[in-house]
């Protein structure tokens, strides 16, 4: 095995360091969003009104539910983020399957949960990234399975 040098070695602590530092910044992030998410759920069915009957038949119920559930799936995408970026900083490689999963994740869920956000343009972009994705996703499945058992395999010889 290599030594690396006192130099390398101290880049790689500083890149590791920095790559805590946005994977907690983005765990602030997520849990920031999801109570603002629930929040303006709360606040918004105070605002339609007090009565239980007024609030289940509100046609803003459903936009505040969507909201809801738009923040709750975005927080998933998150997750995944963060789980990339730890990996990163504990082994400084990226497992491709991570990335080609959030890349059909993420856009995915902007479609279904924010659309009406989006012009029509940005929408077939996202639809069309996402599934490009998923048939690289399912053609190379076999080689993603192998090159995630292999990722494991490096990373686990390590410890």
Not at 2 to 29: C, I
Not at 90 to 96: D, L, S, Y
Not at 128 to 142: E, Q, R, S
């Amino acid at each position: 095995m290599k030594k690396e040098s006192l130099v390398a070695e101290v880049m790689n602590y500083v890149v590791s360091g920095y790559v805590y530092f946005v994977a907690l910044t983005l765990v602030l992030y997520m849990v920031s969003s999801l109570v603002a998410g629930v929040l303006a759920l709360v606040t918004g069915i105070f605002d339609i009104s007090s009565s239980a009957k007024v609030i289940l038949s509100a046609p803003e119920r459903s936009v505040l539910e969507l909201g809801l559930l738009h923040t709750i799936a975005f927080t998933i995408v998150l997750v995944k983020a963060y789980k990339i970026l730890v990996s990163y900083a504990e082994t400084r490689h990226i497992n491709i399957k991570f990335l080609v999963e959030i890349a059909i994740i993420a856009p995915t869920i902007e479609i279904i949960f924010n659309s009406r956000n989006y012009t029509l343009e940005v929408n077939a972009l996202f639809a069309t990234f996402a599934f490009a994705n998923l048939v690289a996703y399912l053609f190379f499945h076999k080689t993603f399975k192998v090159i995630n058992a292999d990722y494991c395999k490096d990373n686990t010889s390590k410890d």
